[in-house]
């Protein structure tokens, strides 16, 4: 059995993880942008489950991309509930 070229190796395993650096990003903005479409309860865990991302790492990026962003989305959803309990 001949001695394996690591070099050769190494540079191939540096490409694939640019590539899937590059599909991880393109991934995560997509779920970001998902993720902040709705503020309906459960929306950003169905956004999470659907793209394999976990949920907190998922709320650390929307956190990043739009500070303050999930706090407003809370309190719009118990505005909401709030007004449903005054209606019913």
């Known amino acids: 059995m001949s001695k394996p070229d690591f070099a050769a190796l190494?540079?191939?395993v540096?490409?694939?993880?640019?590539?899937?650096d590059?599909?991880?990003t393109e991934l995560y903005e997509a779920?970001?942008?998902e993720a902040m479409k709705?503020?309906?309860y459960g929306h950003v865990s169905a956004v999470a489950r659907e793209s394999g991302i976990?949920?907190?790492?998922?709320r650390d990026l929307i956190n990043?991309?739009?500070p303050g962003w999930?706090?407003?989305?809370?309190?719009e959803r118990q505005a909401a509930k709030s007004k449903r309990k005054e209606t019913a």
Do not use: C, P
Request: hydrophobic fraction near 35%; charge should be positive; avoid cysteine.
């Open 22 to 24: 590059g599909y991880r």
């Open 31 to 33: 779920a970001v942008f």
């Open 38 to 40: 709705s503020t309906t």
């Open 70 to 75: 999930l706090a407003k989305a809370s309190e």
């Open 54 to 58: 976990n949920v907190q790492h998922l």
């Open 64 to 66: 990043k991309a739009d």
């Open 10 to 12: 190494r540079k191939r």
């Open 14 to 20: 540096e490409k694939a993880e640019k590539v899937a």
